[in-house]
Every structure is written in structure tokens, then in C-alpha cells.
């Protein structure tokens, strides 16, 4: 399973989309995130559990020495390991239409010497 | 110039739609570019009977072909993940006496794990990374 797979099996269920809007909003406590999408804590907990190993969202304690306050936020990284996707296929067809051009020149340079 | 989940790339070619779109698909073997990153294979790039085929992969399957106006493929080859088919849409537009030929890249709304990626690539293009979008050389 490759790293993007993993992104999207860990979006493929609409509450998780549902916390990844949200938390791109602001950081939200576990609760909060709960009462929001209208589920219960345990069904949250295992939600947000698939969403910290999948690496999209992590968890940040509020106070140092309080386990309990813990806030969960984006992580930058899966989205920025997309972009690298994305830009490759760019990329592709930048080469592909450079190249294209180029063969139009040159049929081009053939037929009028 | 590229929107939440279509990557656009631009050119522009010095000659007519009819002949840009005539190059474009008849002579593609000649243009498209050579090496693993861009073929799968070795044998010679070709349209036949409906599909872009290279050597007996196919690359793509023709959606629509419209001469001097717009080829559309159902892509099946890189840069895509093998089994992953997505949209390739080729227009020829006239553009004072040359044509200006766009590539969109689409369909991550059609296949599997559609609804989340369009999630990622969505926050993406919104506001966690600057956009991007490249011309090619005119």
C-alpha cells in the first residue's frame, strides 16, 4: 500500500472527510469534532485513530503535563507528498506538448525548405 | 491554469488546427517522447481501431475523436498508478494562424477513491499550498 493509498483509504469514509474539513479550519478537541459530525466519542476516537496512522491529522497536547486536552490538527505532509503527484503530471505533458511542438517545426521546415 | 483536480498544459503550434491535430495523432510516434518515464514498452506508438496502442499496450482507449477540434481518451498508461484510469482531454484551437492545443488531465471524479482525493486535492488547491499551473513556451 502506497503512501498516497493509504490517504485515501483513511478519506474514504464521509466523517473522517467531514474532521479533515473541520481541522482545516482550526485545530479541534476530540469532543468538539464529535459533536459536530454527530457521532459518538468511541466512534470518533476509532475515526481520528485511522486518520493519525494514516499521517493526515496528530494530535497536540493543549497543556504539557495534561493528557487529557489533546487537540488534533492537519499535518502537512500527505498533502505535499500530492503535490509532488500532481506536478509530475504536469510535468508529463509539458514534456509531451514541448516535444510536440517541436516535430510541428520541424514538418514544418520539411515541406518549406 | 490548473483548477481543484484537472491539471491543464498549454502550447501553442504555428500551423492550423486541421494539421496540428493531423501531426498529433498520426505522427505520434515520432513526437512523443522516448524512455521508461514516458512509454511502457518498446514496440512503435499508434491509433488503431479506437485505442493509442504502443507496440500491443494499450495506452488509451478514444472517447471521442473530433479532427481539428478535440481528441478525448480514457487513459490507462503513465504517469498514472497501473490499474488507475483517468481523462485526457486534447482541444486544437485556432489562435491567430496557429493553434493553440490544451491538455486537461482529469476524471479523479470517476475512479475509486474519487470523492477523497477530490478531498485532498481540493484542500490543496485551496489554501495549504500555492497554486501552480505552467505554460509551455510559446
Given at each position: 500500500?502506497?503512501?498516497?493509498?493509504?490517504?485515501?483509504?483513511?478519506?474514504?469514509?464521509?466523517?473522517?472527510?467531514?474532521?479533515?474539513?473541520?481541522?482545516h479550519?482550526?485545530?479541534?478537541?476530540?469532543?468538539?469534532?464529535?459533536?459536530?459530525?454527530?457521532?459518538?466519542?468511541?466512534?470518533?476516537?476509532?475515526?481520528?485513530?485511522?486518520?493519525?496512522?494514516?499521517?493526515l491529522?496528530?494530535?497536540?497536547h493543549?497543556?504539557?503535563?495534561?493528557?487529557?486536552?489533546?487537540?488534533?490538527?492537519?499535518?502537512?505532509?500527505?498533502?505535499?507528498?500530492?503535490?509532488?503527484?500532481?506536478?509530475?503530471?504536469?510535468t508529463?505533458?509539458?514534456?509531451?506538448?514541448?516535444?510536440?511542438?517541436?516535430?510541428?517545426?520541424?514538418s514544418?521546415?520539411?515541406?518549406?525548405? | 491554469?490548473?483548477t481543484?483536480?484537472?491539471?491543464?498544459?498549454?502550447?501553442?503550434?504555428r500551423i492550423?488546427?486541421a494539421?496540428?491535430f493531423?501531426?498529433?495523432?498520426?505522427?505520434?510516434?515520432?513526437?512523443?517522447?522516448?524512455?521508461?518515464?514516458?512509454?511502457?514498452?518498446?514496440?512503435p506508438?499508434?491509433?488503431?481501431s479506437?485505442?493509442l496502442?504502443?507496440?500491443?499496450?494499450?495506452?488509451a482507449?478514444v472517447l471521442?475523436?473530433?479532427?481539428?477540434?478535440?481528441?478525448?481518451?480514457?487513459?490507462?498508461?503513465?504517469p498514472?498508478?497501473?490499474?488507475?484510469?483517468?481523462?485526457?482531454?486534447?482541444?486544437f484551437?485556432?489562435?491567430?494562424?496557429?493553434?493553440r492545443?490544451?491538455?486537461?488531465?482529469?476524471?479523479?471524479?470517476?475512479?475509486?477513491?474519487?470523492?477523497?482525493?477530490?478531498?485532498?486535492?481540493?484542500?490543496?488547491?485551496?489554501?495549504?499550498?500555492?497554486?501552480?499551473?505552467?505554460?509551455?513556451?510559446v
Amino acid at each position: 500500500m502506497t503512501a498516497l493509498d493509504q490517504t485515501l483509504a483513511a478519506l474514504a469514509e464521509p466523517t473522517r472527510r467531514r474532521v479533515i474539513d473541520l481541522l482545516h479550519k482550526r485545530p479541534h478537541r476530540a469532543g468538539e469534532l464529535a459533536q459536530i459530525a454527530r457521532v459518538s466519542a468511541p466512534l470518533m476516537s476509532r475515526h481520528l485513530r485511522v486518520l493519525r496512522a494514516s499521517g493526515l491529522v496528530e494530535e497536540q497536547h493543549e497543556a504539557p503535563n495534561d493528557s487529557r486536552i489533546r487537540m488534533y490538527r492537519l499535518r502537512r505532509a500527505p498533502f505535499s507528498g500530492l503535490r509532488g503527484w500532481l506536478d509530475e503530471v504536469e510535468t508529463f505533458w509539458a514534456d509531451q506538448l514541448g516535444s510536440f511542438r517541436e516535430h510541428v517545426e520541424k514538418s514544418k521546415r520539411g515541406k518549406h525548405p | 491554469m490548473t483548477t481543484n483536480d484537472v491539471v491543464t498544459v498549454t502550447t501553442v503550434v504555428r500551423i492550423d488546427p486541421a494539421n496540428a491535430f493531423r501531426l498529433f495523432t498520426m505522427e505520434i510516434d515520432s513526437w512523443w517522447k522516448r524512455g521508461q518515464r514516458y512509454r511502457t514498452g518498446n514496440g512503435p506508438m499508434c491509433f488503431d481501431s479506437g485505442r493509442l496502442l504502443q507496440g500491443s499496450d494499450v495506452v488509451a482507449r478514444v472517447l471521442a475523436w473530433e479532427p481539428g477540434v478535440r481528441l478525448l481518451l480514457e487513459w490507462s498508461a503513465p504517469p498514472f498508478l497501473p490499474g488507475e484510469i483517468t481523462e485526457v482531454e486534447v482541444r486544437f484551437e485556432p489562435i491567430g494562424d496557429g493553434t493553440r492545443v490544451t491538455v486537461r488531465h482529469c476524471g479523479w471524479t470517476r475512479p475509486k477513491g474519487a470523492a477523497e482525493f477530490r478531498t485532498v486535492v481540493g484542500l490543496w488547491w485551496g489554501t495549504l499550498l500555492p497554486g501552480f499551473g505552467r505554460m509551455t513556451a510559446v
